[in-house]
Each structure stands twice: as C-alpha cells, then as structure tokens.
T-cell receptor
C-alpha cells in the first residue's frame, strides 16, 4: 500500500517551455503533499507544502510564480515549472501523507522527475 | 533550529556483515523520525518510522532505534546483501505546522559481494 505515482519520470525540453509534473497517491488520500528538489549528491530541499483545497506554502527563496503548485484533490497535486531555464534542471520529487490521528503517518515518495532544460 | 547529521557519509562493507548507520539531531522535540532508502536516480522508499514515544521499530533485517534524550537514531542492517547498496537518509519530523522533514545528507552504502 501507500503508493505515490509521479509522472513523467524524465523530461527534456527547450528553454522557455513550461513543464507540468503530476503526483498521485494511488491507494490513500493525501491531505498534504510536498514538493522537493534535489541536486546531485545533495539531500532533498523542500520547495513547498500543499494541503488539499488551499494554497501552497512555499519555502523561503522559492518563487511561487515560477513553481506553480495545485492540489485540487485528495489524490493529485501538480507542479508546473513555468518558462523553465537551464538552471531549473534538477531532480524533482513529490511526497504525500495522509494525516490520521495524533501519531501521524509517514511520508511516501514518488520516483521523481528528472528535468533537463536545454 | 533543527539540524540532522548522518555518520558516516559513506560506507563499504563485505556481504553478510551487520552494520549500523547513525543519525543525530540537535532538537529533541521531534514528532517522529523516519528512515528512507534512495537508489541512484530514484525517489525515496520509506523504511521505518519511529514515533517520538517509541524506542525502536523493526522490519525484516532492519531495526531502527530512537533515543530522544541523546538526539540519536541508529539504523541496524543485519546480514547485509548487495541489494542493500543505496543511500540511506534519516529525517526528523518536527512538531509544528505541516510536520516538515528535516533531512540528513545520507549515508551511501555499498555492500560488496
């Protein structure tokens, strides 16, 4: 159980293109989803947290107009990298969590999307 | 501000060895702690989650312990196998809004046949 599907797994596109990445929880309802960015040989950097039906909360230094997040349902969140440039090339990973009770639930991660902007 | 440190950064062992990966955190007021595995170019697989009220969790050959007072968690891998080769990340989950994960940099493990 607790599968998170992220799509696409790899994107190569030209500079100036907008790219949408989808994150779906397949067998649970994700009240909260997280978007991370990871550079080579570094740990994950949280970009934003989104709760279903409300606006995402962005971490300091992350441009909300650059990285548009939509969490319209309990099973789907999308990250759109608008007008992508080579410096946006990275590995993007989403995670999802179903908040139940006080104990909390673990975060479950997608397989990531490798974005390469030419 | 919570900081998470993992030691060692890299580890290479022969197959069959029992091994311990260490994770320390500076703020003991954590909600829980989670261990993950990441294979190269892949996302993360959740291995174990330890609630703040628990001292350990076990899953198969993996055992994770938590000592909040000393700010430490260990991941014990028994009878290591080449398939265990990956980067192991620990993350402390702070109390507060949204339960953010605070990440260590990981331990890169290579188990040699």
């Amino acid at each position: 159980g607790a599968v998170v599907s992220q799509h696409p797994s790899w994107v190569i596109c030209k500079s100036g293109t907008s790219v949408k990445i989808e994150c779906r929880s397949l067998d649970f309802q994700a009240t909260t989803m997280f978007w991370y960015r990871q550079f080579p040989k570094q740990s994950l950097m949280l970009m934003a947290t989104s709760n279903e039906g409300s606006k995402a909360t962005y971490e300091q230094g992350v441009e909300k107009d650059k990285f548009l997040i939509n969490h319209a349902s309990l099973t789907l969140s999308t990250l759109t990298v608008t007008s992508a440039h080579p410096e946006d090339s990275s590995f993007y990973i989403c995670s999802a969590r179903d908040w139940v009770g006080q104990g909390g639930q673990p975060q479950h991660f997608g397989d990531g999307t490798r974005l390469s902007i030419l | 501000k919570q900081e998470v440190t993992q030691i060692p950064a890299a580890l290479s062992v022969p197959e069959g060895e029992n091994l311990v990966l260490n994770c320390s955190f500076t703020d003991s007021a954590i909600y829980n702690l989670q261990w993950f595995r990441q294979d190269p170019g892949k996302g993360l697989t959740s291995l174990l989650l330890i609630q703040s009220s628990q001292r350990e969790q076990t899953s198969g050959r993996l055992n994770a312990s938590l000592d909040k007072s000393s700010g430490r968690s260990t991941l014990y891998i028994a009878a290591s196998q080449p398939g265990d080769s990956a980067t192991y990340l620990c993350a402390a989950i702070n109390a507060g809004n949204n339960r953010k994960l605070i990440w260590g940099l990981g331990t890169s493990l290579a188990v040699n046949p």
